[in-house]
């Protein structure tokens, strides 16, 4: 069953991907960005109280519990590292063509997978190692065609902001193993839909600061803000991503390094959606390097039935 939503997750990331670069084409990052943590948390405010009010109850699927200030802690600090992550990506799916941050994105697992072997001891299959070789192999070629875009990998700011963007993103994605864990298995064993529902609200009020700080008063000398319906679409496909991400995190079995790599399959979606609506360049060559990826796909299936 986890197996399944993550697939489902990566789905709905890739056309996330596609709604943020269409969003961002052109556009004031920063005001983006708040607009998609507002959106975020008017979609999960509702549970809260429903929830508060007893109209939804305990143990239903859209319940979220009340927690005190020893939960909500762990919350905020995923609040920290998830915006941090979103800031730098969003600068850099912006100026950067989306099937160059695909493949940049597509590494995350990789670095989650290091820290699931370190620090909870997973293990995996031998079709599951086949499968992660395979995806690292092809992504691999897959960022050294990217290389044809002109685009200096060391010297372009751009580059490493979608870096640092993964590397926050792997660290989130640890961290959501952590707060999932039940204290028997050394997590804190935070709801799932608690921690997405409270983490979109935080961001808000932190994206909130940040735009009255750092955008508000150079408004006028950046690039302006203008209202794309596509913004709105962002919120939806992360919101419903991360639910079924989280939930497979949240079913017993479900492994942190899988599911990471799983998500990454977004990239296909991405990848398609860049030649056919922003009609980006070398194609065919990525997409033979792409279909490893899809194969890395088929041995963490098998490899986890």
């Known amino acids: 069953m ?5 697939f489902l997750s990566a789905l709905l990331l890739g056309f996330y991907d596609v709604f943020k670069k269409k969003s961002l084409s052109g556009n004031a990052v920063i005001p983006v960005l708040l607009l998609n943590t507002i959106f975020s948390s008017l979609i999960f405010l ?10 939804i109850t305990p143990g239903t699927l859209f319940h979220v519990p009340s927690y005190g200030w020893s939960e909500h802690k762990y919350i905020l600090l995923k609040s ?5 992550s979103w800031f730098f990506g969003y600068f850099g799916i912006k100026h950067l063509p989306i099937t160059i941050v695909g493949p940049i994105n597509a590494t995350r ?12 001891h997973e293990h995996l299959t031998f079709f599951q190692w086949v499968g992660v070789l395979t995806a690292i ?8 065609t990217s290389k044809k875009e002109g685009i200096n990998f060391k010297h372009d700011k751009w580059i490493y902001f979608v870096v640092l963007a993964n590397i926050l993103g792997a660290i989130s994605g640890l961290y959501d193993k952590y707060l999932m864990a039940s204290p028997l298995n050394g997590g804190v064993g935070l709801d799932k839909l608690a ?6 609200i935080y961001q808000a009020f932190m994206m909130l600061a940040v735009l009255m700080l750092l955008w508000w008063p150079t408004r006028h000398r950046t690039t302006p803000f203008r209202w794309a319906p596509s ?3 962002i919120s939806i496909f992360l919101s419903a991503a991360d639910f ?3 939930y497979s995190l949240s079913i017993p079995g479900a492994m942190i390094s899988v599911v990471s790599m799983i998500r990454r399959a977004s990239v296909i979606v991405s990848f398609f959606c860049g030649a056919l609506i922003f009609k980006e360049n070398n194609l065919k060559v990525k997409a033979i390097e792409l279909s490893l990826v899809i194969l890395s796909m088929v041995f963490l299936f098998i490899g986890s039935r």
């Open 137 to 144: 192999v092809g992504l691999y070629l897959l960022s050294r």
């Open 244 to 246: 079924l991400y989280f």
């Open 46 to 55: 509702p549970f809260i109280i429903l929830s508060t009010t007893g109209t």
């Open 80 to 84: 920290v590292i998830v915006l941090s």
């Open 195 to 200: 921690v997405q529902s409270w983490y979109n």
């Open 231 to 233: 913004i709105i679409l």
């Open 109 to 120: 697992p990789v670095m989650v997978l290091v820290g699931a072997l370190t620090f909870f």
């Open 2 to 6: 986890w197996l399944f939503l993550a």
